[in-house]
């Protein structure tokens, strides 16, 4: 009787920034939390919106009546966070509240630091704690905090936004952390590249083999359970010239990313072209694979002296 597979387990995290430029509304928002004002905007209606939005939610109007609100507010809702996590606003355990500020008809969602969950209430008066160092960003609010004070009496003030030295873009962090475990077919495909072998599974109605191997087939709709070990061995079917040095990746630019159809498989996966110039990469180009070192998955592809194929024998496989 087999073993079955050791089970795979991988911490992954997918982080990109996300560069946006402001309009007027909220480029006057960013830069009055700089300069520790809080701005929210007035709807046709009279109600004021903060965070402050371009158009009115109930009747698509363009929103440019900005009034100034106060630092200290109401907790209208909270959730407790035992555990934060990296880039959330505080290290030690805090509540998510939604503050109402004074003067504002609409809340802000921000960390509240609180002691314990016992020490939070919906109702409680909060006031902001501004970051020692502000940039223009919603993290001037370091958090908000507990306040004893009442609430001020005065109405929202006019405001017409106008800063020195306005920030007018804002780069804006997205990471997701998380454990990747890969299911039976993915597992076996991993166990086999380890041992320098590039193993798919068939279709039971078409025939295709695909790899890698997904556990059924997205074109019938069947289970794949016959493996089936395709290259080492492929060829070049469609490829692209890359110019731009990506982050943490130490190849020279420019280099080729192809699409190659493996001996066998009936699915064309991604690699690397190295060992020629990127100007002499073609369609048809036979490569196979060099091994990473220590040997558990191909590096890149590189030619392996073999005439071209024939276009006709990879035109479905683009």
Known sequence: MTAAPETLRAPLVVEFPFTRSLGPVQSAFLTGLRERTVLGVRTGNGRVLVPPVEY???????????????????????????????????????????????????????ALDAPGPEDVRTGMRV??????????AITDIACFEPYDGAPAALPPRAHDGDFADP???????????????????????????????????????CAKVYVPPRGACPTCGVATTDRVEVGPRGTVTTYCIVNIKAKNLDIEVPYVYAHIALDG???????????????????????????????????HYRPCGEPDADYDTYKELL
Do not use: K
């Open 56 to 110: 009115d939610p109930e009747t698509a109007d363009e929103l440019h009546d900005l009034v100034e609100v106060d630092a200290t507010g109401t907790v209208t809702t909270w959730a407790w966070n035992p555990e934060p996590r990296t880039g959330q606003p505080l290290s030690t355990p805090f509540a998510w509240a939604l503050v109402r500020l004074d003067g504002a008809d609409t809340a802000l969602l921000h």
């Open 127 to 136: 006031r902001i704690r501004w970051a020692a160092e502000r940039t223009g």
């Open 167 to 205: 920030v007018t873009g804002i780069v804006a962090p997205a990471r997701l952390d998380y454990t990747y475990s890969p299911g039976r077919a993915q597992t076996a495909y991993l166990h086999a590249l380890a041992g320098q072998r590039t193993v798919g599974e068939r279709c039971p109605s």
């Open 265 to 299: 498989a009936g699915l064309a996966l991604h690699g690397r072209i190295g060992g020629i110039p990127y100007d002499q990469v073609r369609m048809g180009l036979r490569v196979e694979p060099v091994w990473s070192e220590g040997g558990r998955y191909p590096d």
